[in-house]
C-alpha cells in the first residue's frame, strides 16, 4: 500500500486493488437494489475514521439516520461513537428538491470542510441526478465540483449508484466516464439454482488489477473472497481430535460439523461430488480432516485410489497437513490399488488388488475391514472413488457390489464417503439416491463454494482455516 492509498475498510478486497483507493479519487459503486452498497460505503467510512484517522461525511438521499446507525450496527459498525468523537457527520437529505440541488451540493462540501473529512459517501447520486434538467448538469456536477473538490482536498468519494434490476445502464449515463474506478456489485446464480454475492472491479485508474470478478459475502461485513491459490500453510501443530456429537462422526472440520447440523451420520453414506477446476489440496482440505479425526480417535481408514492418489501420496500428506506419524499410520490406514503398480515404500499400508473379478476384490475389501474392527473395536472411515471403480470394473459391475455395500456400511455402523469427480455424470443420479448426505465442492471467480444438494443447503464460501497449527476447511455463509 502506497502513501496515496486509502484503505478500503473491505475486508480482503486492498489486497487485490494494490493496497486501497487512490486518495483522492471518485469511485462510482453501482448495484441492484440489495446487493450490499450500503454495507459497502459504510465500511469505508467507519475504516477510515475509527482507524486511518480520516474523517468522514455519509450523504444520504434515501435512507434516514436512525435506520442508518440502526441497520449498521448489526454489521459492527458504532457511528454513533464517531459521531460523538467528532469523526463523522450523516446528511439527511432524503426531501431534496429540484431548486435545492445547488444549496445542497454547497452544503456538503461545507461539511466536508468544517470536519476536515477526507471521505465522503453520497448514496445515491441516482437520486441526486433525478432533479437536473439536462444529464450535462449532472456531467457538470460530478467534474467540476465532487471530482475536482476531492483531488484538491485528498477528499475519496464514493459515489452510490442505485440499478434497477433488468438495466444494464449505471446511472444517468456519465457517472463511469468521470470516476476514477468503477465497482459493480451483483447478486449472481451459481451453485444449482444458489444465489451468491459478486463484485466487478471494472476500472481504478492507477491501479493493475488481476482479475476483475471475485465473490463476496456479507456474512459479519463486507467481504470480498481471496482467489484460493494465494492461500499457504506451514503446519505447526499434530492434529487434535474433535469428539463425536451423539449420533455422528465429527467431519474434523467444527465449520463443516455445524454445516451439517452435527456431522456425518453414523452409519452414513455420503457422496462427495468435485466439480470442475477443484485441485487436489481443495479436496483434501474438507475430506482428509474427517480421516485424521479417526486416526487420531484410534480408529482406521481404508481407501481405493483416490484421484490417483497411491498409499505413498495419501501418508505423505497426513504427515504433512496433520502430523502423523508413519507407525501410526501403517496402523491405521489401509489403500487398495489395482494394476498398474508403482515403486511402494509405504508397503504396510498397501494392500494389492488384481483389478480383473470384482467380487474377488471386494472379498479382500470385506476382509481387511473385519481385521481393522476387529483389532480396534470401533466403525472405520472407508473412502471409495467411484470413478476409478468404474473405469476398472464398468458401470453395471460398480451398481451391484455399491448396492449390497450400503447395506453393510449402515449395519456396521462405519461412515462411507464416495468421491464422484467430472466425468462420471452419468453416475451421480443413482449415487445420490443411495447417499445421507451429497455434497459438492466447486469453484468461481476462484472462490471454493461448498454446498449440501442433500438435504439441501444454501453456499457456503471455503477458505483455509489454520488458527490450530493444522490446515482445516472453514466455511463462511454466502449471505
Not at 33 to 60: D, I, M, R, W
Not at 137 to 145: E, F, G, K, N, S
Not at 415 to 435: D, V
Request: include cysteine; charged fraction near 25%; proline fraction near 4%.
Amino acid at each position: 500500500m502506497g502513501s496515496e492509498d486509502a484503505p478500503s475498510g473491505i475486508a480482503g478486497l486492498d489486497s487485490l486493488i494494490g493496497g486501497g483507493f487512490p486518495k483522492g479519487s471518485l469511485v462510482l459503486v453501482a448495484g441492484n437494489p440489495g446487493t450490499g452498497k450500503t454495507v459497502f460505503s459504510a465500511q469505508f467510512l467507519y475504516h477510515g475514521a475509527a482507524e486511518c484517522g480520516e474523517n468522514g461525511v455519509y450523504v444520504s438521499f434515501a435512507e434516514g439516520r436512525e435506520a442508518f446507525v440502526e441497520n449498521m450496527r448489526g454489521f459492527g459498525l458504532n457511528f454513533e461513537r464517531l459521531e460523538k468523537d467528532g469523526k463523522f457527520k450523516f446528511l439527511d437529505m432524503a426531501t431534496l428538491k429540484g431548486d435545492d440541488v445547488v444549496s445542497t451540493l454547497n452544503l456538503v462540501i461545507e461539511q466536508v470542510r468544517e470536519l476536515g473529512a477526507k471521505r465522503l459517501v453520497i448514496d445515491s447520486f441516482t437520486v441526486l441526478a433525478q432533479a437536473f434538467e439536462k444529464s450535462i448538469d449532472a456531467r457538470i456536477i460530478l467534474h467540476t465540483i465532487l471530482s475536482k473538490m476531492g483531488r484538491r482536498a485528498g477528499c475519496t468519494t464514493l459515489l452510490v449508484n442505485e440499478v434497477p434490476i433488468g438495466s444494464e445502464q449505471l446511472g444517468v449515463g456519465v457517472e463511469e466516464f468521470v470516476a476514477d474506478g468503477v465497482i459493480l456489485l451483483r447478486n449472481v446464480e451459481c451453485g444449482e439454482g444458489r444465489f451468491a454475492r459478486e463484485i466487478e472491479i471494472k476500472k481504478l485508474r492507477g491501479k493493475r488489477l488481476r482479475l476483475p470478478l471475485y465473490l463476496f459475502t456479507l456474512e459479519g461485513g463486507f467481504r470480498v473472497f481471496q482467489p484460493f491459490e494465494l492461500q499457504t500453510f506451514e503446519r505447526k501443530e499434530r492434529f487434535q481430535p474433535i469428539k463425536d456429537p451423539e449420533g455422528f462422526f465429527s467431519t474434523g472440520s467444527e465449520s463443516l460439523d455445524r454445516m451439517l447440523g452435527g456431522g456425518y451420520p453414523q452409519g452414513g453414506v455420503i457422496l462427495f461430488e468435485i466439480g470442475e477446476n477443484i485441485s487436489a489440496f481443495n479436496w483434501q482440505l474438507v475430506l482428509f480432516p474427517t480421516l485424521a479425526n479417526f486416526i487420531a480417535q484410534g480408529r482406521a481408514g481404508m481407501m481405493t485410489s483416490l484421484c490417483q492418489m497411491n498409499a505413498d501420496i495419501v501418508v505423505a500428506k497426513m504427515k504433512e497437513m496433520f502430523g502423523f506419524e508413519d507407525a501410526e499410520l501403517a496402523k491405521f490406514v489401509r489403500s487398495f490399488e489395482a494394476p498398474p503398480f508403482e515403486e511402494k515404500t509405504t508397503r504396510e499400508c498397501t494392500i494389492t488388488v488384481q483389478g480383473k473379478d470384482i467380487m474377488e476384490d471386494y472379498a479382500v475389501w470385506m476382509q481387511n475391514e473385519n481385521k481393522l474392527k476387529d483389532a480396534y473395536g470401533s466403525p472405520l472411515v472407508e473412502y471409495i472413488s467411484l470413478n476409478r471403480l468404474e473405469t476398472t470394473f464398468g458401470i453395471e459391475k460398480l451398481k451391484k457390489i455399491l448396492y449390497s455395500h450400503v447395506v453393510r456400511v449402515r449395519n456396521g455402523r462405519n461412515l462411507l464417503i464416495m468421491t464422484i469427480c467430472p466425468g462420471l455424470e452419468h453416475m451421480i443420479s443413482s449415487a445420490s439416491c443411495l447417499s445421507d448426505v451429497h455434497l459438492k465442492l466447486a469453484r468461481e471467480h476462484g472462490t471454493l463454494l461448498l454446498y449440501g444438494k442433500k438435504p439441501r443447503t444454501s453456499l457456503y464460501g471455503v477458505d483455509m482455516d489454520t488458527c490450530k497449527g493444522y490446515p482445516l476447511s472453514k466455511l463462511t455463509p454466502m449471505i
